[in-house]
């Protein structure tokens, strides 16, 4: 089974030289399309993502990128891993009040529970009512939806 370090080191290596060659993308596809490789499927996923055409190539930290092509740069394959992989491509914030920030402290200190939710200025009330309620029902089902890369 390709773990999430495995395939992120597999993308590094193809992007190691200048350039990402028909060949290498064609084996990157196939790698992450075929069933003959086992990965999680977030991680699938996430290689999907950074190898296939996605919108959300489109830009990356606010500046022009693209889906990943033949004779694409290895830059471009890197900024994808980073952007998929790693999270480094937040979106851009036109409130001066906010920023990003690394997140410090404990996910549960319990265990979820509907108390835990709290909204904040975003209008996701909708969202929070449900995660509150499955909460107050199925604590597991919360703790599955987060996975702990083990990288920060």
């Not at 200048?18 to 990157?28: K, T």
């Not at 190539?57 to 694409?72: K, M, S």
Request: charged share 15%; net charge negative; with cysteine.
């Amino acid at each position: 089974m390709l773990n999430r370090t495995e395939v992120m080191a597999i993308l590094r290596s193809v992007g190691s030289d200048s350039v990402v060659d028909a060949v290498e993308l064609n084996d990157l596809r196939t790698l992450v399309n075929s069933t003959q490789y086992v990965m999680p499927s977030h991680v699938r996923g996430l290689a999907l993502n950074t190898v296939t055409d996605n919108p959300a190539n489109l830009r990356f930290q606010g500046q022009a990128a693209g889906n990943l092509t033949a004779g694409a740069s290895s830059t471009l394959l890197n900024r994808l891993g980073d952007k998929w992989f790693l999270g480094v491509d937040v979106p851009g914030v036109t409130l001066a009040s906010l920023s990003y920030r690394a997140a410090t402290g404990t996910l549960f200190n319990v265990g979820p529970s509907l108390t835990d939710v709290k909204q904040g200025m975003v209008g996701d009330c909708y969202f929070l009512a449900a995660l509150g309620s499955i909460a107050s029902k199925n604590q597991q089902a919360i703790r599955d939806i987060f996975d702990d890369n083990g990288d920060g």
